[in-house]
């Protein structure tokens, strides 16, 4: 326990320190996390064989990772994410046709879904970042460590009926309602701080409930999803490079899931507040 509170306290101190200044040192963070969560994420899967090489088809994802976050450096827009989707849908295909039959086609989409799964997804949060208020919203996508933090406590409490039993048993329905109202009791005293600090908008107040609820919602999926695969593969973690938490994938897990969520509602909730 005490190994994960204090990488529980390096992860949050890097975060401040990444997340604040934002810019190019928050888009180089999430490269560094996307490359490793996605060497994770294929080695879970299949794509990469421990003890092997790097192969050239999850070196087609690599390749895509990079230029995806060129693309986010020069244009910082969303909608040019077709782009980075399309060039590593068709890199990794054209990879799999020339080599075939060294690879087969189930790793073949692992491996794309692997790049939409991490660097897409986590590219996000860089895009929030640079939004108005960016500084203050690039921090709800951890939203979901509270819910998770409230989840395992109102499950130990009070849980009584299986949420998902075949998939993950200590999880209960009464923990997920936990989860989702301690993250909303969070996103009250933020948008509130917001509103008496920064905007002076009681509609701030609404949004950051409406995003918390939706996103504790979905930070769970998340980790379901994460929980699934390792079942799938009969692995317990993902990786063991944060002491006590195990791997990227399962520390940021729910979070790389939720953020393109908490970036949709924001720009539309924001636009109407």
């Known amino acids: 326990m005490k190994t994960r509170v204090i990488s529980g306290i390096i992860i949050g101190v890097v975060l401040a320190a990444v997340l604040i200044p934002g810019g190019y040192l928050l888009l180089a963070a999430l490269l560094a996390v996307s490359l490793i969560g996605y060497f994770e ?3 879970a899967l299949g794509v990469h ?5 790097l192969n050239a088809l ?3 994802g690599y390749i895509a990772t990079v230029l995806h976050y ?3 450096m020069l244009v910082r827009d969303y909608r040019y994410f077709i782009f980075s989707v399309m060039f590593a849908f068709f890199l990794i295909m054209v990879c799999y ?13 692992y491996c794309f879904f692997s790049f939409l799964y991490v660097p897409i997804n986590l590219s996000f949060i860089y895009l929030l970042r640079m939004r108005p208020l960016g500084i203050y919203f690039a921090w709800i996508p ?6 998770d933090t409230c989840a395992y406590f109102a499950g130990r409490a009070f849980g009584k009926h299986k949420l998902v039993p075949v998939l993950s048993p200590k999880k209960t329905i009464e923990g997920a309602i936990g989860g989702t ?3 909303m009791a969070v996103g009250a005293i933020f948008g509130y701080l917001l509103y008496n600090n920064v905007t002076h908008n009681v509609g701030t107040i609404y949004v950051l409930l409406i995003i918390t609820f939706a996103g504790s919602i979905i930070s769970q999926l998340g980790d379901l999803l994460a929980s699934g695969i390792k ?22 897990d729910s979070v790389i899931f939720v953020t393109p969520c908490i970036y949709f509602l924001s720009v539309v909730l924001t636009k109407i507040m």
């Open 70 to 72: 060129i693309q986010m």
């Open 231 to 252: 079942r799938n593969h009969d692995i317990k973690d993902y990786g063991h490079i944060i002491p006590g938490h195990g791997g990227i994938m399962d520390r940021f």
């Open 142 to 147: 951890f939203i979901a460590w509270i819910c």
């Open 58 to 60: 999850e070196a087609c």
């Open 181 to 183: 109202l301690g993250a």
């Open 97 to 109: 046709v020339l080599t075939f039959p060294k690879y087969t086609s189930q790793q073949a989409i």
């Open 49 to 53: 064989i421990t003890g092997k090489k």
């Open 41 to 43: 994420m294929t080695r």
